[in-house]
Each structure stands twice: as structure tokens, then as C-alpha cells.
């Protein structure tokens, strides 16, 4: 996800979208609305994924539902359309949460009745952009219209008009290109510092010329449609047919059915005629730009199945830390039995690279907790799990401080999640992971987490009040630990009033904008209190 925005939700009357970077910390009081922003996440997309569900809590008309009480990632507790809608309410008690994902660009508009006590909303429309070849699709749920804007350019890639490269010839392609832009950048390096005569000059302009004739042609052979996308220019209109009793996984893929299916080419038997012969109807047949048409929706569902599956949540909760042996493995409510239960159900064991993983994190260096850990299953109804301390005894995890249970927690996650999600566009968002945590070791998370972002590709969203996580961010761009280009680190601000806003890291490490009072600011004066103090008392 690269970035979340909404309209007349909760908190916020208005939060124009915050564009999210690889480790995102949300910073600010209590009742900042950091927990709105995480939450209208979550929501968009659990309801992306989610099973068609239809209401008319309205009673206006009838819509296919957005769920308030979506859980398949947690339980976020929004409850009614009432409770969700920004307070006072406007005329228009419209309630819209946008996000761009990968190349997709995603907006849903709701409303509903607020005296309702369903935990659901009405989409009244839904509205997404493919960002690659700006074919915008819009549904209008309270007027019974689909819109799809394109570009006629598009349809080429689906009509046959342009030969298809097999991957082989694309891969071999693909590298040719790559060692040119490497060619164009030494050129443009080379001007940069040049101190010679004209006619050398001329010679390193003409040899840019060249490389950049044969990127261009390149271009051309890997993708002939490159650069001829423009925005919508082209506009297909028809009413939106949903079939209720279908049993497909979700709204969009829905929608696009329907649309793809006009553009098919389908024979139709419609009974039997007068001597008892089955009645066969043709349909027109379509036009190759029709066709192209449908299968550039189809091909859309394909597209947004890929990205429904790739790109997903995990949260991973605060107030998890217990001091219990055992951890029943039925028990679905308890945080710290779940993780346990899901990472023995990965099939995790020693010498695996996420077991490394993990032991690497515990030891002297790093998060202090011990050297090794084992679970073990007790009669196949719950877990314990064993520490071995940094003098090698072992012990019971339950035995350590709730600082180490917490890490803990934090580790067998991540090691689950890196097991399961490999390879995928995975956004971890992490509710205090301070708690209970030493300010030595609240510092090395920061460490963890940019550790994971590198090595596996996961994106964080983490909710905090260290000031300590912050400061080792700065530390990090500061030192050149984290290259300033490819500062992964972003750090919204909640004020108390207004919308959240981005401090911007500068390559110093410092940041462009400030805190409100009581954040980083709060410690030193109470410093400063107590030396003024000490000083009358001498």
C-alpha cells in the first residue's frame, strides 16, 4: 500500500492521502487519530478481498455492502455507519476512504443510515484506476451505471495487433536495455565533471544520441504500445447486472464479469420451435476491437486476483505480553497463544532460516533475551515454551520479564510471516512494539525492522510514542546506515488538532518540520526542572 486517504471518517473531516514509505511511524497523542489512519487501512482491504455481501440499510436502494466489522485481519471494531462517520455529520453523510496500491489506485464512496445498529455501510460507488495503462473503471451503485474510460491504444495489446515476445527473447531484451540506461548514466556522470574541448564534448554528446535512439527502439520491440497511453479518451457505458446468487469471492471481480461477458462471443439455446427443434440464437458477432475489449477486462480480474493475494496485512498487536505456562491450542482469543500456535504450524525447525532468524535477534547484541528457545506440544492441547538464558540455563519464557515476552512475540510474528508471506508485497503494521522494552532495546527495533524491510521486502506501518525508535531512525540516515536516496524511514505526526504531516528526514538525519510540545521535548525539561531545582538547593 502506498498510501491511504479518506473523507468524514472518525476523526478526520478530511485527510488528504498520506503517501507511505517502506517503514512508516505514526507518532502523536492519544486520540491523534493514529488508529483511524491504521484502521481505514485494514478495512479497504479486508473488503477488497471480501465474499459479496448486499444490503439496503438505507432503504433508498439496493447496494452491495461494505463491512464495518471486517476481521479477517482484526477485529477493528467500528461498529455502525454512525460511529464511523465524522462527527457533526454533514448534509451529505457521505463517507469516502481512497488508496493506491501497487499500480492500482482504489476509492470507495459510502453511505448508510446512522441510526442503523447494522455493522455495515452502502457503497454507493466504487471507483479504480489502473495507474499502468489509465483505464479508469467507476460503479455507480445508487444510479445502476458502469463506466470504463480508456485509451484506444490499450486495446492493441489484446487485439493481436502487436506480435508477442516469448520470455525468453523480453529477459535477453530487457538486459540489453539495462547495460544502455547503465551506458546513459556514465555519459551523464562523465558531463557532469567534463573539462575538455568542443570537439570532445561533441563526441560524448553524439554517443548519448546514439544510446538514447537504440533505448528508444528497444522500448518499441519490448512493449509497442510504450509511451502511446494517454489519459481516458474513450468512454463504455452499461447497467450494472450483478448476479446475487453467484459464487464468486468478491465485489470486483463481480463487476468485471459482468462487463467482460457483454464483449463474448456466445452461441444461445432459447427451447424448442414449432417442430420441436432446439432454437438456436447467434449473437452479432464482435468487432476485433470489441474483443480486444473484453479480454482487457478479463484481463483486469486476472490482474487484481494477483494483487489481492500478494498484497496483504498483518497486524501485530499491543498488550499481548502474559505471564502463562501453557498456551491451549484452542484458545482463539488469546494474542500470545495464536502466534505460538501459528508458528508451529509453519513448520519452522532449527536450522531453518527463519529459526536463525529469530535465535540471531535474541542474543547478546541484539534484543538480550537469551540464546536459544524450544515449544514444545503438551498432549496435543497447548505449548510450552522454553528460553535458554544468556548463562545457559533454561527456563520457562513466563519466568523472564515482560519486556522479553513482548520481543518474543514480536519475533515468532515476524519469523511466521516471513515463512508465509516470502516474496510478496506484505504491509506489517506493529501497535506499540515498546512496551515493557528497555530504551536501549526499543532503539534496536528499529534495527529489526529496517532489517526485515531489506532482506524480505515487507512494509511497516508502526504505531509509537518511542522517542527512542525515532531517534535511532535519524541516527541511521545520519551515519549512512540507511543510504539518505533509499531512506526507507517516514514519520507522520498526529497533532492534537489538523491533519498529520510528514517531519521529512534531511541528510543530516535531522528532520525539516517540528514536533508539537511533550514528544521529544518532554524529557529534557523535566531535566531541566530538576537541575534549576538542584541549583536553589546548593
Not at 50 to 62: G, M, P, Q, S, W
Not at 143 to 168: C, M
Not at 228 to 244: A, G
Request: proline residues 3%; neutral net charge; hydrophobic residues 35%.
Amino acid at each position: 500500500m502506498k498510501s491511504i486517504g479518506f473523507k468524514n471518517f472518525r476523526r478526520f473531516e478530511k485527510l488528504d492521502p498520506l503517501q507511505l514509505g517502506d517503514i512508516t511511524f505514526f507518532v502523536g497523542g492519544n486520540n491523534a487519530g493514529k488508529s483511524t489512519v491504521v484502521k481505514a487501512m485494514m478495512l479497504l482491504l479486508d473488503n477488497l478481498g471480501a465474499r459479496v455481501l448486499y444490503t439496503n440499510a438505507d432503504k433508498t436502494f439496493d447496494a452491495p455492502a461494505f463491512r464495518l466489522d471486517a476481521n479477517r485481519i482484526h477485529e477493528v471494531h467500528i461498529g455502525t455507519f454512525g460511529r464511523a462517520l465524522h462527527k457533526p455529520y454533514s448534509e451529505q453523510k457521505e463517507l469516502v476512504i481512497e488508496a493506491e496500491i501497487d499500480n492500482y489506485h482504489f476509492r470507495y464512496v459510502l453511505t448508510g443510515d446512522t441510526e442503523s445498529k447494522q455493522a455495515n455501510a452502502n457503497i454507493a460507488k466504487l471507483e479504480f484506476t489502473n495507474n499502468n495503462n489509465y483505464v479508469q473503471y467507476s460503479f455507480d451503485f445508487i444510479n445502476g451505471e458502469a463506466v470504463v474510460k480508456y485509451n484506444t491504444a490499450v486495446l492493441k495489446k489484446f487485439s493481436g495487433e502487436y506480435d508477442r515476445l516469448n520470455p525468453q527473447d523480453v529477459e535477453e531484451l530487457q538486459s540489453r536495455m539495462n547495460a544502455l540506461q547503465q551506458q546513459r548514466s556514465n555519459i551523464l556522470a562523465e558531463l557532469k565533471t567534463f573539462e575538455g574541448d568542443a570537439v570532445q564534448l561533441a563526441r560524448i554528446n553524439a554517443n548519448a544520441k546514439v544510446v538514447e535512439r537504440q533505448i528508444a527502439q528497444l522500448r518499441k520491440i519490448i512493449d509497442p504500445s510504450d509511451g502511446k497511453f494517454k489519459k481516458e479518451d474513450v468512454e463504455y457505458k452499461c447497467p450494472i447486472q450483478l448476479n446475487k446468487t453467484s459464487n464468486r469471492m468478491n465485489l470486483i471481480s463481480e463487476l468485471l464479469y459482468d462487463i467482460s461477458g457483454r464483449f463474448e462471443e456466445r452461441i444461445y439455446i432459447s427451447g424448442t420451435d414449432e417442430t420441436g427443434n432446439f432454437s438456436i440464437n447467434k449473437p452479432q458477432k464482435l468487432t476485433e476491437q470489441e474483443k480486444a475489449f473484453g479480454k482487457m477486462v478479463n484481463n483486469e480480474v486476472l490482474q487484481l486476483s494477483w494483487l489481492r493475494h500478494k498484497y496483504t496485512i498483518e497486524y501485530i498487536s499491543a498488550h499481548a505480553a502474559s505471564q502463562k505456562v501453557l498456551f491451549s491450542i484452542e484458545d482463539k482469543n488469546d494474542y500470545m497463544a495464536s502466534v505460538i500456535r501459528e508458528f508451529k504450524q509453519c513448520r519452522i525447525n532449527k536450522g531453518d532460516k527463519e529459526y536463525r532468524f529469530i535465535t540471531r535477534w535474541m542474543g547478546k547484541g541484539y534484543l538480550n533475551i537469551g540464546l536459544r528457545f524450544e515449544i514444545e506440544p503438551i498432549s496435543g492441547e497447548a505449548y510450552t515454551i522454553d528460553i535458554t538464558n544468556m548463562n545457559g540455563e533454561v527456563m520457562p519464557l513466563a519466568d523472564m520479564g515482560m519486556g522479553s515476552i513482548q520481543m518474543m512475540i514480536l519475533l515468532l510474528k515476524l519469523a511466521t510471516i516471513i515463512r508465509e508471506k516470502r516474496g510478496e508485497g506484505c504491509v506489517v503494521i506493529v501497535e506499540e512494539p515498546e512496551q515493557n522494552i528497555h530504551p536501549q532495546l526499543q532503539s534496536k527495533l528499529t534495527e529489526l525492522f529496517a532489517e526485515v524491510n531489506r532482506e524480505f521486502g515487507f512494509r511497516f506501518v508502526i504505531e509509537t510514542h518511542s522517542e527512542y525508535m525515532i531517534r535511532k531512525s535519524q541516527a541511521m540516515v545520519a551515519t549512512g546506515e540507511v543510504e539518505f536516496e533509499k531512506n526507507p524511514f517516514k514519520v507522520f505526526y498526529f497533532p492534537e488538532t489538523g491533519a498529520p504531516y510528514d517531519m521529512g528526514y534531511q541528510e543530516s538525519g535531522l528532520f525539516e518540520k517540528k514536533f508539537d510540545e511533550g514528544f521529544f521535548d518532554e524529557a529534557s525539561r523535566q531535566h531541566v526542572v530538576v537541575i534549576k531545582k538542584a541549583r536553589e538547593l546548593q
